[in-house]
């Protein structure tokens, strides 16, 4: 096994041992937090197929964590108050069951990527960040405004939605779920990146003209890759939503991408179990450093600022060696 | 909606343009010539606002507050370019983008920890404070109309700066080939901070021009480093002209769209119904602007180059 | 865990009669102390640990935590304050959207929550709590203050503005339902706007007679700024919250003469406001804001009911808070059957006293004041 595989081997057990020793320990929050990990790791594989493997920086990604938000607040709000969603042209109820949610959240969230895809590949480079961006804050505008599911406000559903056979409101069995999506999600990443798309994706994002001598349209792969991308991200929105018991349009913000970016990198961009190490990471600072002082974010910025400057490659780049980042 | 109030919501969408100039053509710059995202260009804005208002609570001299705010902004960007950014010039956009918002992190809580978290005081000079009356009978505030004339003399020197000036020279030079322009003996390392400080210096003075008509207080940069970026996208990154073009037109489509959408909802739908949705439309609008000028023109309306 | 744990040691504290004291009783403070909303929190977080203060008590464990203005942090902090830490009480809350994130479910949790600010409408109606309680105000009750004044002031033809969210929805709202002229123009801004060239323009050629608006924060500083300057010399009205202690420094002459809502001001004529004031300005050296005022009366609710009840026996320790029996620096205070105030809400103007702006009454705009939604409230 190579060292980075053992790396995602410790990754992923640690992930698992954390929470299980967190419950042995009668520590609770610790799984919430440990939760609150896996769902934004599985926010940064969606992120990192489309920024690592296809070479897209989105900064727009919030569109689609929120998306996927918004999918489960608005169907468990329905069925909070037992309203149907749409009454023509058929009678579209809401749901409380997790797996509705997440593929209507993936739906959601991979029609809303062909859409902004589709216009943003045109461009390229910073033009693509920006015009990303710009897409996301059209959303954010817009949830804010939008009167009917609470605006800024944003909608509180009571209590968590449910899994068969599972009480979710049991913090472990919660975070159980997560994980269990998290590692099926990296398998599917594992898979795609080294399926014929994922190795032809790579070498548009490297050698554009190569792939094109050879017939292969370097856009549809992309706006493929971004879709898949998507679609992970929304689920991940999906689940957060269902955490906090909570959406708001703080979903749909810039900076919710930027912290999705954020973590990718930390972790390692392009590396596999990137997005899982970046978000341990971010979320332990943020927890460490919070009760340090009122201007924490000072030191949370020196952190930042000295992984990106002194750990290239971020934290499975810098433990694993350079060998593998594009294997 | 009157004519003359037409006008005068044109020279709103102006005087809005060329406020957002102000800002985004210190990015352009920065941009252009080094290939660099500056998150962290918010900040500089907010610091030339808080060193204004600092200078101007103890001077009480709005003149000296702006020269505070210049020297203060280039000075900090100079030492943000010596100790951070001249490391990120070989990185791609990520690493950049990750740098900078660290950044932002640092200036933000850095400036509220000196500071405090209460906002401070700047205004308008009593000589520039109150209205004027324009031909057409538009009573214009003079302050605002200072604004459009420092924000034209800026792009005229900025033109000026890199078409006729020795400096001018190097940049366009270092822009497109920075390993001939090292070989001819131009000390790289020194443009590249005195670019950098050029550019936060305009950030800085725009911060002090604007805070005395907005608030000066934390997080005052980012909404403007959002509106900046989206200028310099739909101009073309690194071109003056473009920025200009492109602030002015977002300028103008926003305030017009404050000003007629509800107004035009309302031709076909209630009241209350079309103030909402055309408030909703209209505080999307210059992300659809954007978006439209993308999907036509990939590289923005004057841009040369995909980076 | 690595809270600011702030165990409070006073040298002769003495056990109040009727407090079983198992144990500390903690309250947890979910506030906003970094970023650009901080001033505010910061003010509720003075005025509340200066009442905890002077209570000298020492078996009172306040947990302050930063939510960043952020509802998901906000979530997790309330989560882990409730697992994790076991408190008792929690508060602190400044923002609406926020406290719709977190009030659900720790009331349904079973602990209580007092609001030391926010108070949206829906937690004031279909969506009350007995757990949940406002020490501030519901979130209309200023801007009506601001509707009944108009008709005080002659007010024929108001245009109106606000930013377009649910609050900025509300406040229009609020004023239209005691404000008996016409409406000139309604208008929705942009939230986190600063530019209001346009909407100046608009005033200017709408023909009112005076405007409202609720703009708070930063848009509030430009927006009086920008109006000042621009000539237009119509008569505002609005709610406290742009005129507040901590912000009208940075507005300066252009809030001079403003009139404002506010159920508390600095010169309220009552024992415990005067002594609150001047324990403020000792402890802290700046003059309290509505803010803190907010935080100081929420502190003293509580401790009114530590005293009366232990927060483990959760009904005695309701009625207890029902019962409100502290000595509020507004003066009168009760609370309604959906827990919310039932209060006096007063007008106040701008001045300059020496060389800082403040605000001085001018007279009663609403007596008694409720809310329009606690008809919609079954506890």
Known sequence: MSREGLINLALGLGLLAFPLWAEWAEEPFMITLSTRVAILALAGVGLNLSLGLGGLVSLGHAAFFGIGGYAMGILASHAQSYTPIFEWPLVIEGTKAMPVIWLVAIAAAGLLALAIGALSLRTSGVYFIMITLAFGQMLFYFAVSWPAYGGEDGLSIYVRNAFPGLNTLVPLQFFLIAYALLMAVLGLAALITRSPFGLALDAARQVPVRVETVGIAPYRLRLIAFVISGMITGLAGALYADLNRFVSPAMFNWQTSGEIVILVILGGTARLFGPVAGAAFFVALEHLLGGVSDYWRIYLGLVLLAVVLFARGGIVGTLAGREAADG | MSFSLFVEQLLNGLQLGVTLFLTASGLTLVFGVMGLINLAHGSLFMIGAYAAAAVAGATGSFLLASAASLAAAAAAGALIEMVVIRRLYSRDHLDQVLATFALILILSEGTRWIFGSFPLYLSIPDWLAGPVTLPGGIRYPLYRLTIILVGLVIAAGLFLLIARTRLGIRIRAGESDREIVAALGVNIAALYTIVFAIGAALAGLSGALVGAIQSVQVGMGEPVMILAFVVIVIGGIGSIRGALIGAILVGVTDTLGRAMLPDLFRLFMDNSAATSVGSALASMLIYVLMAAVLIVRPTGLYGARGA | ?379
Request: charged share 20%; hydrophobic share 45%; glycine share 10%.
């Open chain 3, 1 to 379: 865990m690595k809270a600011r744990s702030l165990l409070l040691a006073a040298g002769t504290a003495v056990l109040m009669a009727g407090a079983a004291l198992a144990g500390p009783v903690k309250i947890g403070m979910i506030t906003t102390l970094s970023g650009g909303g901080a001033s505010l929190g910061v003010a509720i977080r003075d005025g509340f640990m200066l009442a905890i203060k002077q209570s000298g008590r020492t078996d009172v464990e306040v947990i302050v935590e930063d939510d960043q203005r952020k509802p998901d942090i906000a979530v997790q902090l309330a989560d882990r304050m409730v697992q994790s830490d076991k408190v008792d009480i929690l508060t602190g809350i400044v923002w609406s959207n926020l406290a719709m994130a977190v009030v659900p479910s720790v009331t349904a949790q079973g602990k209580f929550y007092i609001s030391p600010n926010a108070g949206p409408s829906a937690l004031a109606g279909k969506g009350c709590h007995k757990n949940y309680f406002n020490a501030a105000w519901q979130n209309d009750n200023l801007h009506e203050a601001a509707g009944a004044w108009a008709n005080t002031a002659g007010f024929k033809n108001s245009f109106i503005l606000a930013p377009n969210y649910p609050a900025g929805v509300d406040a229009l709202n609020g004023y239209k339902r005691f404000y008996k002229g016409k409406i000139a123009g309604e208008v929705f801004t942009k939230l986190g706007q600063k530019d209001y060239a346009g909407e100046i323009a608009q005033i200017r050629a709408s023909g009112a007679d005076s405007v409202f608006f609720f703009l708070p924060g930063g848009m509030g500083i430009a927006f009086l700024k920008q109006y000042a300057d621009s000539g237009v010399n119509l008569p505002l009205v609005g709610p406290a919250f742009s005129f507040d202690q901590d912000i009208l420094q940075a507005v300066g002459d252009a809030a001079l003469g403003v009139h404002n809502t506010s159920q508390w001001n600095k010169d309220l004529d009552n024992p415990a406001n005067k002594a609150f004031v001047a324990a403020f300005v000792k402890e802290y050296g700046r003059l309290p804001s509505l803010y803190a005022s907010q935080g100081y009366d929420t502190a003293n609710l509580i401790l009114s009911a530590l005293d009366k009840a232990d927060v483990k026996d959760a009904d005695a320790f309701r009625a207890a808070l029902e019962a409100a029996d502290f000595a509020s620096v507004r003066g009168k205070f009760r609370f309604g059957p959906n827990h919310h105030p039932i209060q006096d809400i007063y007008v106040r103007e701008v001045v300059k006293e020496g060389d800082v702006y403040t605000n001085r009454l001018v007279g009663v705009a609403l007596k008694d004041r409720g809310d329009a939604y606690a008809a919609e409230c079954r506890m």
